[in-house]
């Protein structure tokens, strides 16, 4: 079955740089999105990508979708400790496929 | 007000054990989903209903029944607990295929 693979699993970086994770999934998809989880907690919904679409901003959040190699990127801008958490790409077939099939997961720590 | 939320949000039973859990959503979406996160934090759909109806079940064993008495509500009862049951159980709901709501988790435990 489809599933998404994101890549670091784990990465830490200072507060003030850049964070970048990337996805891979498998078939075709309606749309991508990328979801935080913070420790203990449920996931917040971050971001929508479609398959037509390239690239998408939100706040300090850029997510980009390449169709042809079936990957997304999520960069997180100018981080802070706050943004320390888990970070899944899910992906959704659309249709009647009502169904989200989540990536592993990358856990990102943001150091003061 | 919580847009999705379920109770209890711990869980700690035995083994053969029967329990429930609770799911109700107040942002008047179709669609509900039953994901399951084990130790490593893999997020694994169990179940998703469309206005009431019964739309995945993903090669969950029968001791799971979801039951879905309105659109706002979808609640899990487990039969038979197991240890490979303990896990963190996420209720979620969604409109057209947009992002979803996560509610903040349960947390089952079987000793």
């Known amino acids: 079955s489809q599933q998404g693979e994101e890549d670091p699993q784990a990465l830490s970086i200072q507060e003030g740089e850049n964070a970048t994770m990337n996805c891979s999934y498998k078939t075709s998809i309606n749309n991508l999105q990328w979801y935080r989880q913070n420790s203990g907690r449920g996931l917040v919904h971050l971001i929508l990508?479609?398959?037509?679409?390239r690239e998408k901003h939100s706040g300090r959040l850029r997510v980009t979708l390449d169709t042809s190699k079936k990957s997304s990127s999520l960069l997180i801008t100018a981080s802070r400790a706050a943004d320390t958490a888990s970070y899944f790409c899910?992906?959704?077939?659309?249709?009647?496929?009502?169904?989200?099939?989540f990536g592993k997961g990358t856990l990102l720590t943001v150091n003061p | 007000d919580t847009a999705v939320s379920q109770t209890p949000k711990y869980l700690v039973t035995q083994m053969g054990n029967d329990k429930s859990i609770k799911c109700e959503q107040n942002?008047?979406?179709?669609?509900m989903y039953w994901y399951k996160q084990d130790s490593k934090k893999f997020l694994k759909i169990m179940f998703s209903y469309n206005n009431k109806e019964l739309i995945i079940n993903e090669t969950v064993p029968n001791r799971f029944s979801p039951k879905s008495p309105d659109k706002a509500h979808l609640n899990l009862h487990i039969n038979s607990l197991e240890l490979g049951d303990s896990a963190v159980y996420f209720c979620?709901?969604?409109?057209?295929?947009?992002?979803?709501?996560f509610g903040q988790g349960t947390r089952l435990t079987v000793v």
């Open positions: 979620a709901s969604s409109q057209d295929g947009e992002g979803a709501f």
């Open positions: 899910a992906t959704d077939r659309g249709g009647s496929n009502y169904k989200l099939t």
């Open positions: 942002l008047g979406h179709d669609t």
């Open positions: 990508i479609r398959s037509n679409e």
